[in-house]
Every structure is written in structure tokens, then in C-alpha cells.
Nanobody
């Protein structure tokens, strides 16, 4: 079992930066790929970024490449999402997720554990 708790987020003006953290409990964190997803009002949940079990492989949604960075610290059981040059269209609830596989994946169905979500609002 893995439990995930997101923190960070909030309100920022367009062009600004925010950072999300996801603290995980459970013995399998260091062997699990992790992901960030988001869901805007009235829209389906979409993939944002993923990182493999040891942090040497990442993959991003095209629209966030070069602006967002996912990282992890296995010693702290934490995964991060640094978001720069934020745009109003980045406004959403952001979810951290853990999968039982080691490799990166953008498929939501591959993730077994989900956090409660953190609100990110970008004003224009």
C-alpha cells in the first residue's frame, strides 16, 4: 500500500512559478514510477509528467515541456513538480500518483495509488 499526500499549489499570476510536493508512505515508493496528472473544471483528467523509479527517466505532456520539471528524492519518499512560466490554461487540480511498475508511463490506468489533489490557479 502507498499513501500519497500533495502539498503546495495555490494562486499565482501568469508567468509565475509554483512547486508541488507529494509525500509517499509505504515500502514500495523507491521502486515505483511516479506521475502527476491534472483535471480542470469540466475536463477529463490528463497526464502531466512521469518519472521512473530512480529518477533517470522523465516524460512530459507536450504543452508543459520546458516549463515543468518532475523530480524525486527517494530518501525522503517525495516527488516534486516544479512549474514555471505558468499559464491560465494550467489551472487545475493536480494529482500525484504511484504505479507498481518501475518505468515511466503516461497511462492513468497504470497507476494504482492517487493523492487527494492540490489546487493550482493561474490568473491572467
Amino acid at each position: 500500500q502507498v499513501q500519497l499526500v500533495e502539498s503546495g499549489g495555490g494562486l499565482v499570476q501568469a508567468g509565475g512559478s509554483l512547486s508541488l510536493s507529494c509525500a509517499a508512505s509505504g515500502r514500495t515508493f523507491s521502486s515505483s514510477a511516479m506521475g502527476w496528472f491534472r483535471q480542470a473544471p469540466g475536463k477529463e483528467r490528463e497526464f502531466v509528467a512521469t518519472i521512473n523509479w530512480n529518477g533517470d527517466s522523465t516524460y512530459y505532456l507536450n504543452s508543459v515541456k520546458g516549463r515543468f520539471a518532475i523530480s524525486r528524492d527517494n530518501a525522503k519518499n517525495t516527488v516534486y513538480l516544479q512549474m514555471n512560466s505558468l499559464k491560465p490554461e494550467d489551472t487545475a487540480v493536480y494529482f500525484c500518483a504511484a504505479t507498481n511498475q518501475r518505468a515511466t508511463t503516461s497511462r492513468a490506468t497504470a497507476y494504482d495509488y492517487w493523492g487527494q489533489g492540490a489546487q493550482v490557479t493561474v490568473s491572467s
